[in-house]
């Protein structure tokens, strides 16, 4: 790979495939199968109407064989969770997580109502399919485009074929768009065949949340997901808003038509009632009604379980009272018109009385965690506090909706904490404490050296105060990252909290870190190439990028100023190095340039995707430069590298 320019690893997002599992799982100990009995008592587990409401509409199920990418790599294999029709949940997983895993595990193509259908359990979001008047509208074309494929051709396989006329996205993020290449060419697009239908800002939104900070979304997704977790009752059961990620190339075409406001449109002689829901579950996402069938799509602003107001991969705070507001809106103007509710995630409510049931709850979920936790903070409780100390009234917290499968009240209440007032807690002590590294090691010191620690610490895990032991343990881990024995009761004490979660992404995170603390490797193999999310970066997005991996200190005291040319899409851009900052302005050329740099949009595409390098371009003449080369390429010198491997649970190596 050339060293003068790697950005393919930051849009490889969520295809990065861990290591696999080289250390067998422990059993659960006796605290977890105690804590996970209790939850049986907590909830009632005797309610069935979810699995009745789950299978019904059901048409037919996909071929039990694991789908494959044109690679011969496997994209999805649903069979893997057969284990799933184990009853009741095993000691190693928390019922009620087990209850949604197998909710989740309901598969297939289901009839919603005529001229609706939708495809569930084939990736982790649902495919919507419309029958037009011509055609076949699509909402949401999955992860991955083999995934896309066999949904479309599993509907295809018991109703009458169609023509694709009309794809719709519903938001941002990828599970949602990035299979769009299984079911559309580019060809469609161009002879104006299909017509793709997204949110405004969805371009920008989607491009942008999977760059800047996509190396470390990446590798923290990685945890959320489970991506490395064998399947199974000690491994990964689900992701609570859905089974599991698909694996293959991300694709997009850019949509042909973008939603700027509320209201009607008519597809393919479907009258559609377009509802934004900017900046709620997404910076750029839309609802939809549909009055001839009384159907509201909630897309994945509603789904059936607390979901992120906060996500465990690392991204903005989400606006949980502005959430909140989307969904009573539609309560109110839609709810007595509603019959049948869907969803991209998830399964339908069947009647207007339970889906404004739904709704309300919804609603006043997200409010009431917003409301409470930006009140205990104005009486001066930290994140941490907050998180301790916050209670779902009862009349929410007994409702199989709103339980912990994906989002936590734990940490969306110290998201809340964190989009008013930020990291610091005001605390004088926290506001320039050591690292992480030199503080556990002060600790460890102070505490009588690393193998008395150990010593209590085993004793704590005996008594199943497993949160205290992970917490003790992490310090051991960054004091003396080479003590196995530190590292395996760290393990282990992560191990029984993944066991007792409720959440999927905090089962996952917890037994991920186990894994890898456990492991003799740390090699990952790359996954493919989001090569379309790549050709769609602004140009300018591309300077922004350079000055995230320009290694400041290596640019100490050095000036450089470049004007960039691209002819084919006629943009212009001056770069300037000063300070050890990159900085740049588009239609500006700078009069006294070090260099000029000039090439095509397209060159830099095939440079993105690694089909081609800065230096062989220069050297086929397919970027030409004017002034001293040499500026240029002490540029790019500069650079660092980015690959999502980096340690989570140990000090970061240097």
């Not at 009458?160 to 938001?171: E, L």
């Not at 990828?174 to 299984?182: L, S, T």
């Not at 509603?338 to 399964?347: E, M, N, R, S, V």
């Not at 540029?635 to 980015?642: H, V």
Request: aromatic share 8%; glycine share 6%; with cysteine.
């Amino acid at each position: 790979m050339n060293k003068t320019f790697c950005l393919t690893a930051l849009l490889a997002a969520t295809l990065w495939l861990p290591y696999p599992a080289t250390a067998d799982s422990q059993p659960a100990e006796p605290a977890t199968i105690q804590a996970n009995a209790e939850v049986l008592k907590q909830l009632d587990f005797s309610e069935r109407q979810a699995f009745e409401d789950a299978r019904r509409g059901f048409i037919a199920a996909a071929d039990n064989e694991p789908l494959l990418n044109p690679d011969g790599s496997t994209a999805w294999n649903r069979a893997a969770y057969d284990f799933l029709d184990q009853q009741p949940a095993p000691d190693t997983a928390n019922p009620s997580l087990w209850r949604q895993a197998q909710l989740n595990n309901i598969h297939g193509l289901f009839e919603v109502t005529e001229g609706i259908y939708q495809i569930r359990g084939m990736d982790l979001a649902n495919m919507t399919v419309v029958e037009g008047k011509t055609g076949l509208i699509i909402i949401d074309p999955l992860l991955t485009p083999t995934t896309a494929r066999a949904a479309l051709d599993l509907y295809l396989q018991h109703r009458p074929d169609k023509p694709v006329v009309a794809v719709i996205y519903t938001h941002n993020h990828v599970d949602h768009f990035a299979g769009v290449r299984g079911i559309v060419s580019d060809e469609d697009i161009r002879k104006q065949r299909v017509r793709i239908y997204a949110p405004e800002g969805f371009m920008e939104h989607a491009i942008s949340e999977n760059v800047i900070a996509g190396n470390a979304m990446t590798r923290r997704a990685m945890y959320m997901y489970g991506t490395g977790l064998p399947a199974g009752p000690t491994g990964h059961i689900d992701n609570g808003l859905g089974k599991a990620l698909s694996i293959g190339a991300l694709t997009l075409i850019p949509p042909t038509d973008i939603i700027s406001s509320n209201g009607p449109q008519t597809i393919d002689g479907v009258e559609i009632n377009f509802q934004l829901a900017q900046g709620s579950e997404a910076q750029s996402e839309f609802m939809l009604y549909f009055p001839a069938s009384r159907v509201l799509n909630t897309a994945e602003v509603t789904s059936h379980q607390l979901h992120n107001i906060y996500t465990l991969r690392g991204a903005e705070v989400r606006d949980a009272n502005r959430w909140s507001r989307y969904i009573d809106e539609v309560l109110e103007q839609y709810g007595p018109r509603t019959d049948i509710l869907i969803a991209q995630h998830h399964w339908p409510v069947w009647s207007q009385d339970e889906a404004r049931h739904f709704l309300s709850a919804q609603r006043d979920l997200y409010k009431y965690i917003h409301d409470q936790s930006v009140r205990l903070m104005n009486k001066g409780y930290r994140a941490d506090e907050i998180a301790e100390r916050i209670q779902l009234p009862d009349s929410l917290a007994s409702q199989w909706n709103a339980r912990d499968y994906y989002g936590t009240l734990r940490h969306n209440a110290r998201a809340i904490y964190q989009k008013y007032l930020g990291w610091y807690d005001a605390n004088p002590a926290s506001l320039n404490p050591l690292s992480a590294q030199k503080a556990a090691r002060k600790s460890m010191e102070y505490m009588g050296g690393i193998d008395q620690v150990i010593g209590r610490a085993r004793q704590d895990f005996e008594q199943g105060e497993y949160r205290w032991v992970a917490s003790v343990m992490s310090q051991a881990v960054f004091a003396e990252p080479d003590n196995q024995t530190a590292r395996e009761l760290n393990a282990a004490a992560l191990e029984q909290l993944g066991y007792q979660a409720e959440s999927g992404p905090w089962r996952n995170v917890y037994l991920s870190g186990a894994m890898e603390l456990r492991s003799s490797t740390s090699e990952r193999a790359a996954g493919a190439v989001a090569t379309d999310l790549l050709q769609a970066l602004d140009t300018g997005m591309f300077f922004d990028l350079l000055g995230v991996r320009l290694n400041g200190p290596k640019a100490a005291g050095k000036h450089l100023v470049l004007n960039w040319h691209f002819t084919d899409t006629r943009e212009r851009f001056r770069v300037n190095l000063q300070n050890a900052t990159l900085t740049w302005l588009p239609e500006r050329q700078a009069e006294q340039a070090d260099a000029g740099i000039t090439m095509t949009r397209a060159t830099l595409d095939a440079i993105l995707t690694q089909q081609n390098s800065f230096p062989a371009a220069i050297k086929s003449g397919e970027i030409s430069i004017t002034g001293n080369p040499q500026a240029f390429l002490q540029l790019m010198s500069l650079m660092d590298d980015f690959t999502p491997d980096f340690a989570l649970i140990e000090p970061v190596s240097d």
